[in-house]
């Protein structure tokens, strides 16, 4: 079973920056598509950026686009989610998953039922 811990969050003031790390307990970076999620109390888990399991393509939603870049080391063992012009409204837990491809190595949407990994998250506060 593949473990992934993500790392990196904190208490910023907004305009800020932060940067996210996931380590895979196995090497995952080539074979999986990996994604950040987040949830807000009271609110549903959002799928914010996607990294194609080819590398080739990253998807973001609509509210972190343009801010937010995900990318991974030389070395493809660490994903990492760049924040940047972090707002109040980017608070809560980010989370790090993975899943395998579909045919053609095409990634599931950025659905939370979509992904089988995930690890514990790390919490992000950005203050006004």
């Known amino acids: 079973q593949v473990h992934v811990v993500e790392s990196g969050g904190g208490s910023v003031q907004a305009g800020q920056s932060l940067n996210l790390s996931c380590v895979a307990s196995?090497?995952?970076?080539?074979?999986?598509?990996m994604a950040w999620f987040r949830q807000a109390p009271g609110k549903e888990r959002e799928g914010v950026a996607l990294r194609g399991a080819s590398e080739r393509t990253s998807t973001y939603s609509d509210s972190v686009k343009g801010r937010f870049t995900v990318w991974q080391n030389n070395a493809k063992t660490t994903m990492y989610l760049f924040m940047n012009s972090l707002k109040p409204e980017d608070s809560g837990m980010y989370y790090c998953?993975?899943?395998?491809?579909?045919?053609?190595?095409?990634?599931?949407?950025?659905?939370?039922?979509?992904?089988?990994?995930w690890g514990q998250g790390t919490q992000v506060t950005v203050s006004a």
């Open positions: 998953v993975a899943n395998l491809p579909r045919r053609g190595r095409v990634c599931p949407p950025l659905s939370p039922s979509e992904y089988s990994v």
């Open positions: 196995e090497y995952i970076y080539t074979t999986h598509c």
